[in-house]
């Protein structure tokens, strides 16, 4: 899989990247590559009829730039207006059946102030600002409109009216989408019918990915900003949670909790499938690997249904879905389970998208046979979604009649199961004790082709997960504080011990003693400006314990 999807690019990575004095000359690169299309649109929308727009595409990103052109006071900023933008291309391309990752960019000539810690609200996490510019109106910009087929095939189906409306795929029944089907096959039809040749023709041409993305981030599409009586909210401008809920009201999800025998149940942890998840995947910090290989899994598996639909006599590729995640805590190993669930929903692999989260605790019970009782209801909840095992290593305890070696050969049983296909088991742990526990057990390794390694978080990294946590409470630092709580910080990185470091559940340790000491003196001081109740000082940053290194990691457990 790797040797075809490596050559995927991240347009958007690339454009957030970019600075104010690199975008430019980004842009103009971008004219001169062949896998990128890129065209200004004309007419698009009312909201943007006194601003310049260009759109950039690839194979699964697309990027909308503004240049704010405007001249005058718009009742809306050029943020709200390019979300204006990016949510009527989202409704088309998915109306259309594309699944692409969106992305915003505006450049302004005004001067955009910005708060402490960040230049927009998470409303707006998916948009970048450069201020500043100048000569907006008259500046050229080179687009790329030649070959590029497939990006050109995503801007027409986002500038097309007509894709306002859903048109409902896969109804044998409907003429027009036999038409579609005829159509879509004698496109992309090999004239001498030879499949791994079309497969390549695929990778190629950056075919169609499916995209969109963490944990409890507000999903709300709404278009923000001044709303008036004379405007009334279009369909595109609304918030589409209520719509995810409609498509999963059918879904009926497993309760949370087992019966291992007559006299024991345990609660099992059920997290639901998120909508959006391209784009919860993107605004994650770090990570950039986990991206791609989240990008070629999925990339091949929906590739695998377009051609079984187009060419149901020919052999598919087999692809597995279960998965290895390598990583110490905090480094976002649930976060990216919960996305990876539900990208492979989207991309139609899983039926359900939901996580099932289990551990050693949820298998061993305290009768014979509850491994087996404990497994079987475990696959049941896990079925049309992920069921994710953490500290998996505790399985492979060191005596042979360790009761965590018979789950482990249950599991092995399941993994040979041809009929399990509506499932994708994820085993997560420390690095060198998982590879432990694939090298134990024959063919085991084999079953896990997927690997994602998630890595300690630099302290830049940190910072930046530090100022997305401070802004869901609409908390600022003042200048100093954030200086006094980057030395806090990089003191506490320096001491870390490497097999203890918390990563991202530090930095939530650390900031919940903040806020604690903040409530302490707003009540000890009682500001009388408002403003002030939301403003960390100096006073309020204090140092947590850096955890110490632990024993190490026992596996004999026994009854």
Excluded at 225 to 250: F, H, M, S, V, Y
Excluded at 333 to 354: D, N, Y
Aim: hydrophobic share 35%.
């Amino acid at each position: 899989m790797n040797n075809f999807l490596i050559g995927i690019r991240r347009l958007i990575y690339g454009f957030q990247k970019q600075t104010r004095e690199t975008i430019w000359q980004y842009m103009d690169e971008l004219a001169t590559d062949s896998d990128i299309y890129s065209k200004e649109l004309k007419d698009f929308c009312p909201e943007v009829a006194n601003d310049r727009l260009f759109v950039y595409a690839s194979n699964h990103n697309l990027v909308v730039v503004l240049l704010d052109t405007s001249g005058r006071e718009e009742k809306t900023g050029p943020e709200a207006r390019v979300k204006a933008v990016l949510n009527i291309i989202e409704t088309r391309l998915e109306n259309s059946h594309h699944y692409v990752s969106l992305f915003g960019v505006v450049l302004t000539g005004k001067t955009i102030k910005e708060p402490a810690l960040s230049p927009l609200d998470e409303e707006f996490a998916e948009i970048k600002v450069f201020d500043k510019m100048t000569n907006l109106k008259r500046r050229r910009v080179k687009l790329y409109e030649d070959r590029m087929p497939y990006g050109k095939v995503l801007v027409e189906d986002a500038t097309n009216p007509f894709n306002d409306l859903y048109v409902p795929m896969g109804n044998e029944d409907n003429e027009e989408d036999e038409e579609l089907e005829d159509n879509y096959s004698s496109e992309y039809e090999d004239p001498d019918g030879d499949f791994d040749a079309l497969l390549k023709k695929f990778i190629d041409h950056d075919f169609e990915q499916v995209d969109e993305e963490d944990d409890d981030y507000d999903m709300n599409d709404a278009v923000t900003g001044d709303k008036t009586e004379e405007l009334p909210i279009p369909k595109w401008a609304r918030e589409d949670e209520d719509e995810d809920d409609d498509e999963n009201e059918d879904i009926t999800f497993p309760s949370g909790e087992i019966e291992q025998n007559l006299n024991l149940s345990v609660k099992v942890k059920i997290l639901r499938p998120i909508p959006n998840p391209r784009r919860e995947l993107e605004k994650l910090v770090g990570c950039e690997d986990i991206k791609r290989r989240m990008d070629e899994l999925v990339a091949l598996t929906q590739y695998n249904k377009m051609m079984q639909k187009s060419f149901p006599m020919s052999k598919q590729h087999e692809v597995s879905l279960h998965s290895v995640f390598l990583g110490r805590p905090g480094t976002g190993k649930t976060t990216v389970c919960k996305i990876f669930g539900s990208l492979l929903h989207q991309a139609g692999a899983l039926s359900k998208g939901h996580v099932v989260m289990c551990d050693r605790g949820t298998f061993i019970g305290t009768l014979w046979g509850d491994e087996e009782r404990s497994m079987n209801q475990v696959l049941e909840m896990a079925k049309g979604g992920v069921l994710m095992i953490d500290e998996a290593y505790l399985l492979n305890g060191k005596h042979e009649t360790d009761p965590g070696k018979l789950v482990i050969q249950l599991l092995m049983n399941i993994l040979a199961d041809e009929t399990q296909r509506d499932i994708a088991v994820v085993l997560c742990g420390y690095k060198e004790p998982m590879q432990k526990l694939l090298d134990s057990t024959p063919g085991l390794q084999s079953r896990f082709p997927n690997k994602f390694e998630f890595t300690d978080f630099s302290i830049e990294e940190l910072l930046e997960i530090t100022r997305r946590r401070v802004r869901e409470y609409e908390y600022e630092f003042t200048p100093e504080a954030w200086d006094k709580y980057r030395d806090v910080l990089a003191e506490a990185y320096q001491q870390r011990d490497p097999q203890t470091w918390g990563n991202a559940r530090f930095i939530g340790n650390l900031l919940d003693r903040i806020y604690i000491q903040h409530a302490r003196r707003c009540v000890r001081e009682r500001p009388t400006e408002k403003g002030q109740l939301r403003l960390l000082t100096p006073d309020d940053i204090c140092q947590i314990e850096v955890p110490k290194p632990r024993p190490s990691i026992g596996f004999a457990i026994s009854r």
